[in-house]
């Protein structure tokens, strides 16, 4: 199984200040159809996942354009760039690349300073 | 805008069967380009994909390593559901199970979660 690390796992923020998350796999993501399948979710208090990016950088519809994705073979980096109050909450990478078996990272927790 | 609807149990006996199903709207179970998957989350073992079902001209389903010998993930296409059951489940199978709708190499959507406790 691919293994997903992340760090830290936990950060406080001070309110519009930047966030960085990274996360590392044990394998590359490179799938063989060129596309590297690296996803992150955003698991606010009481909620159930919800996707923010997928293949890397993508953003999901309605996804502030603050949040950003990067990276690349085996380490992936997600960045808010001014957190704001409503960011609180888990946030999660996950493989998809080496399909059939799907892998998240433990979580890294964003609380605000 | 697919939705997904959980339903089912959120107490099980150890050595019972747990059974969950996650009904979809928006979207159709028998879809060729998507997958239906069963993600749990607990303390210990944080966020765990379970399995999954999908059509490509016939039906199809993934385990995890984990759960193999134990699980099940059935569509039924006349209520546009599929469902999940483990089998014998221990107190270590306490978790929030999620259904998600897989449309190539991600999860999106999930549904709103069912807490599962196993205890007699």
């Known amino acids: 199984d691919v293994v997903m690390t992340q760090s830290p796992l936990s950060l406080a923020v001070t309110l519009g200040q930047p966030a960085s998350i990274s996360c590392s796999s044990s394998?590359?993501?490179?799938?063989?159809?060129?596309?590297?399948?690296l996803n992150w979710f955003q698991q606010r208090p009481g909620q159930s996942p919800r996707r923010l990016i997928y293949?890397?950088?993508s953003r999901d519809f309605g996804v502030p354009d603050r949040f950003s994705g990067s990276g690349s073979g085996t380490d992936f980096t997600l960045k808010i760039s001014r957190v704001e109050a409503e960011d609180v909450g888990i946030y999660y990478c996950m493989q998809a690349t080496h399909w059939p078996h799907y892998n998240f990272g433990q979580g890294t927790k964003l609380e605000i300073k | 805008q697919v939705q997904l609807q959980q339903s089912g149990p959120g107490l099980v006996k150890p050595s019972q069967t747990l059974s969950l199903t996650c009904a979809i709207s928006?979207?159709?179970?028998?879809?060729?380009?998507?997958?239906w998957n069963w993600i749990r989350q607990s303390p210990s073992r944080g966020l765990e994909w379970l399995g999954r079902?999908?059509?490509?001209?016939?039906?199809?389903?993934d385990y995890a390593v984990s759960v193999k010998s134990r699980i099940a993930v059935n569509p039924d296409a006349s209520k546009n559901q599929f469902s999940l059951q483990l089998n014998s489940v221990t107190p270590e199978d306490t978790a929030v199970y999620y259904c998600?709708?897989?449309?190539?190499?991600?999860?999106?959507?999930w549904g709103q979660g069912t807490l599962v406790t196993v205890s007699s």
């Open positions: 928006g979207d159709s179970v028998s879809s060729n380009s998507v997958a």
């Open positions: 998600a709708r897989d449309p190539g190499y991600s999860l999106d959507p």
């Open positions: 079902t999908y059509y490509r001209s016939k039906w199809y389903n």
């Open positions: 394998q590359s993501l490179v799938h063989s159809d060129g596309n590297t399948y």
């Open positions: 293949k890397v950088s």
